[in-house]
């Protein structure tokens, strides 16, 4: 059974830095490629970047350069460092394996102007 345990998510000001992660049962990591998405009040799940099984990252235009996924395959743990963060990137945080329909609880990412 594939699990996922988001932690990390916190209150962070404008500008700030916070580095959230995914720790995954049941798959191994470096066997899959894994995904962030995110989803704020009132707004649809906004996908925010992936980690291919080979570790090659994409994200989208609005999020380049400021977060960067990354796995631990020692840990089977999956990461995304966000760098310069934005009110508007309040949101819960999600990881999910690309190809299963498995979802964590999602942690909480609170940007303060």
């Known amino acids: 059974q594939v699990r996922l345990v988001e932690s990390g998510g916190g209150l962070v000001q404008v500008g700030g830095s916070l580095r959230i992660s995914c720790a995954v049962s049941?798959?191994?990591?470096?066997?899959?490629?894994m995904a962030w998405y995110r989803q704020a009040p009132q707004k649809e799940r906004e996908w925010v970047g992936t980690i291919s099984r080979g570790g090659t990252t994409n994200y989208p235009d609005s999020m380049k350069g400021r977060f960067t996924i990354s796995r631990d395959n020692a840990k089977n743990t999956v990461y995304l460092q966000m760098n310069s963060l934005k009110a508007e990137d309040t949101a819960v945080y999600y990881c999910?394996?690309?190809?299963?329909?498995?979802w964590g609880q999602g942690t909480q990412v609170t940007v303060s102007p």
């Open positions: 999910k394996p690309i190809g299963l329909a498995t």
């Open positions: 049941g798959i191994f990591v470096s066997g899959n490629a």
